[in-house]
């Protein structure tokens, strides 16, 4: 909802949009406040000095959001104790912003902890898709395990040795993927017999993608972060590969500046990430959603839902 482009202007049409508490004055409703934010959709109102009523014609009580936002790592590939496989683990899951509408849809279903989420149930179709899983001892002719990829929040899971599983995405390490597990070195014998095949390694799970996003969010409602799950390890093989890691999202509120990193840190103003306790597989297998609600003057309120 909007005030109207043209026509007659009442306080009350500016308390309707924006609320507040009677007495009701103009000079409450300076751009930047507690009440209008500083968005583009209201420029034309002052942020101090000479203001009017018709400063608010196409004023609207919304927040620019922007948000820097990754999804979940892939779990690595895992190896084999003799010969090799085909396929790959399990992907990580998508990560983004919906509405409350596709959260309770999500959540009736019974699916919210699980669910991929496609675009077109995000918010302006946009979301992060989760990193590939390793491939299963994908005849890469080594049997020691390739490491998953990392992401800015640090290294994906280490490598599994011979005859071992590969490493888990480190907590906190949002979006990196896990470590493909180690395959066997083989040994031969006398004359052939009792031979022991070589075993070929997983490759590691890629990192989550990331993807900036602007939107503009009405102030007051409730919206939902998606923070995808990471990757598991698959069927096949004798080693298993480690779990990539969850998602993670950093935002900024009515700034021009997109969230980005920056060196060892990162400009942002704050950001949503899973619980901050050990991981556990439990935990990084699973998606994780935050309730979101805006003010005016550009609050944020939290709270874990899922």
């Known amino acids: 909802m909007a005030i109207k482009l043209s026509g007659e202007i009442s306080i009350q049409d500016i308390v309707d949009e924006f609320g507040g508490i009677p007495p009701h004055g103009i000079d409450d409703y300076y751009r930047g406040g507690n009440k209008v934010s500083n968005n583009s959709y209201n420029q034309n109102i002052p942020?101090?000095?000479?203001?009017?009523?018709?400063?608010?014609?196409?004023?609207?009580?919304?927040?620019?959001?922007?948000?820097?936002?990754?999804?979940?790592?892939?779990?690595?590939?895992?190896?084999?104790?003799?010969?090799?496989?085909?396929?790959?683990?399990?992907?990580?899951?998508?990560?983004?912003?919906?509405?409350?509408?596709?959260?309770?849809?999500?959540?009736?279903?019974?699916?919210?902890?699980?669910?991929?989420?496609?675009?077109?149930?995000?918010?302006?179709?946009?979301?992060?898709?989760?990193?590939?899983?390793?491939?299963?001892?994908n005849s890469n002719t080594t049997s020691g395990g390739f490491p998953g990829a990392g992401t800015p929040f640090g290294e994906g899971g280490a490598g599994g040795v011979v005859n071992n599983i590969g490493g888990d995405a480190p907590w906190g390490h949002w979006g990196a993927g896990g470590g493909g597990a180690g395959g066997d070195n083989g040994s031969g014998s006398y004359l052939g017999y009792n031979n022991d095949s070589p075993g070929e390694a997983g490759t590691g799970g890629t990192a989550g993608s990331n993807i900036t996003i602007t939107y503009e969010l009405v102030a007051g409602i409730r919206y939902y972060v998606m923070l995808g799950a990471g990757g598991q390890n698959g069927i096949g093989g004798n080693y298993a590969g480690g779990d990539g890691n969850p998602g993670a999202l950093l935002y900024r509120i009515n700034s021009d500046e997109m969230p980005q990193f920056v060196g060892a840190g990162n400009n942002a103003e704050g950001i949503i990430i899973p619980e901050e306790t050990s991981g556990t597989e439990a935990l990084r297998i699973k998606n994780h959603v935050f309730e979101i609600v805006l003010t005016n003057s550009g609050e944020i309120q939290t709270t874990k839902v899922f």
């Open 47 to 137: 942020i101090s000095g000479a203001i009017s009523l018709g400063d608010f014609y196409g004023a609207r009580a919304s927040v620019q959001f922007s948000a820097l936002v990754y999804g979940g790592g892939g779990g690595g590939g895992n190896g084999f104790a003799d010969g090799s496989g085909t396929g790959r683990t399990y992907q990580g899951k998508s990560s983004g912003i919906m509405s409350e509408a596709t959260y309770n849809e999500y959540v009736a279903n019974g699916t919210i902890g699980t669910v991929n989420v496609p675009a077109e149930k995000y918010l302006a179709s946009v979301r992060a898709p989760g990193g590939l899983g390793g491939f299963i001892a």
